[in-house]
């Protein structure tokens, strides 16, 4: 590694994306500097509130699902516009639910874990402007002290919609505004909802309440007849309002902790990856709040790119920059792909005129009836069923999940917090690594199938997805 530079990534944004990929480097005995531009408080407002079952399987692989559980409230059933009831039982994981809790909670947990691993923060410091050459990337900053420069190998932007760093690179952030005015809020109910998880539309509203296992519900509400800018004052009567349109009953909410107003864009940028500089989480992609993906499409964003950025920094990847450039190609697709269910699920919500009504029906009755058509749905949302192409020559399953299979040595997403490639062979077989793997032989965690009449030899990635596999 390169002596020259201040530090070997730069990671620009401490939201839950900036933490994971900054505590997964440090883990791996990177040099990591976050840089975040809010003072060190995280705070109890927050957007975020549901952690989907990949989601957990990542942090299960960090030693963190355990821990998260408790902060909340699992879901295994959600039921939409009245009629859709989405089994979560019956995703292959032993997180089939969803696990209702702030965005803060995730927050503290990978805050602790990065600093654990050595991470450097900058709390209260701003990107001003980045430049990069062949060898390293250079970031003009300013912090408490004044203006300050910092020189890394990598920098990574996860600093959110307004992304400086993505900005600095001059990438557009091409889309549009999917829906305004949705006011949002933590609230208490007088009444019990009849669905644990709500999502109803009704005329010219809907709503949305889920609950967090404390008395607390996170609310939000759109109503068509009040579009109005961001900054306009809004109430918790004004939410009630909506609640009565959509449901029939405001279920007595009272009490609001915090309540805000805000709209919400689809756009995605056209490039994760500019030279040594890339792009994750909303930096990269921001879409609906419907089916509660953003958070954990940032986070799954990150663990695809850090064990990729270790390898090429070890020396280790064969061609760092096609490796590299991998990142590009497996997670933008995914990005894409979560702005038109998230797009899809708000335009069902919205739904008002008789053609629109008559399709969410049709819709519903659909993924009702086709039981494939509503797994393949659970499994987007909840990132369970989202795959890769597979590594070159390799087939399939290469670049699908692997599942959490138990094997003579433990769980393999207990073997997998080790941070390194997981080889799986038959018992007595010698560890024998594929040219193309990306992971020094003395790094490489080998583990054994339980049952001797499994013989096929399973490679599984540092981020749970299996990179080749020979029968």
């Known amino acids: 590694m390169s002596t020259t530079t201040d530090t070997d990534v730069l990671v620009i944004g ?37 952690v989907h079952a990949r989601t957990l399987e990542q942090l299960d692989a960090r030693g963190l699902a355990d821990e998260l559980l408790a902060t909340g409230t699992t879901l295994a059933h959600a039921r939409l516009f009245g009629r859709l009831d989405l089994d979560l039982t019956r995703l292959p994981t032993r997180f089939n639910h969803l696990l209702v809790t702030p965005q803060y909670e995730v927050e503290r947990l990978l805050e602790r874990r990065a600093a654990t691993a050595g991470v450097t923060f900058r709390h209260d410091t701003e990107l001003r402007g980045l430049r990069q050459d062949a060898d390293s990337v250079t970031a003009d900053l300013t912090g408490p002290d004044g203006p300050l420069t910092l020189s890394a190998r990598h920098l990574v932007g996860t600093d959110g919609v307004r992304s400086a760093v993505r900005s600095a690179l001059g990438l557009p952030f091409p889309g549009r505004s999917a829906i305004r005015s949705i006011v949002l809020a933590d609230v208490r109910l007088a009444e019990e909802p009849a669905e644990s998880f709500t999502v109803s539309g009704s005329g010219s509203a809907f709503v949305f309440l889920a609950p967090f296992g404390d008395g607390w519900y996170r609310a939000m509400g759109w109503d068509r007849t009040r579009q109005v800018p961001d900054s306009e004052p809004v109430d918790l009567d004004e939410l009630r309002g909506i609640a009565r349109t959509a449901l029939g009953t405001d279920l007595g909410m009272h009490d609001a902790r915090w309540i805000s107003r805000f709209h919400s864009d689809e756009r995605q940028a056209p490039a994760y990856r500019v030279g040594r500089v890339f792009l994750a989480g909303d930096a990269a992609h921001v879409h609906s709040p ?58 069902l919500a919205m739904a008002h005129t008789p053609l629109t009504r008559a399709a969410r029906s049709l819709t519903v009755r659909l993924l009702s009836a086709v039981r494939p058509a509503g797994l393949r749905a659970m499994g987007m949302i909840s990132g369970i069923g989202i795959a890769y192409a597979p ?11 692997a599942p959490d299979v138990r094997l003579r040595e433990g769980r393999l997403y207990e073997l997998l917090r080790a941070g390194e490639f997981v080889l799986i062979t038959p018992a ?7 040219k193309t793997a990306p992971v020094a032989p003395e790094r490489l965690v080998h583990a054994t199938w339980t049952d001797p009449a499994r013989r096929a030899t399973v490679l599984v990635r540092p981020d749970g997805y299996v990179f080749r596999a020979d029968r």
């Not at 590594?391 to 699908?400: D, H, L, T, Y």
Request: glycine share 16%; no cysteine.
């Open 14 to 50: 401490a939201g839950p994306t900036g933490l994971l990929l900054a505590g997964d480097l440090a883990a791996a005995g990177i040099r990591v500097t976050l840089v975040e531009r809010r003072a060190h408080d995280l705070g109890n407002l927050t957007r975020a509130f549901g």
């Open 290 to 347: 419907a089916g509660g993906q953003g958070m954990n499409t940032g986070l799954q964003d990150a663990a695809n790119l850090s064990w990729k950025l270790v390898a090429a920094l070890r020396g280790e990847a064969p061609d760092p920059e096609a490796l590299l450039d991998s990142y590009q190609s497996e997670r933008h697709p995914v990005g894409a792909a979560v702005l038109r269910s998230s797009g899809a699920i708000v335009r």
């Open 391 to 401: 590594e070159p020559g390799a087939g399939r399953p290469s670049g699908r999940r």
């Open 428 to 434: 007595g077989a010698p560890p024998v690594l594929p």
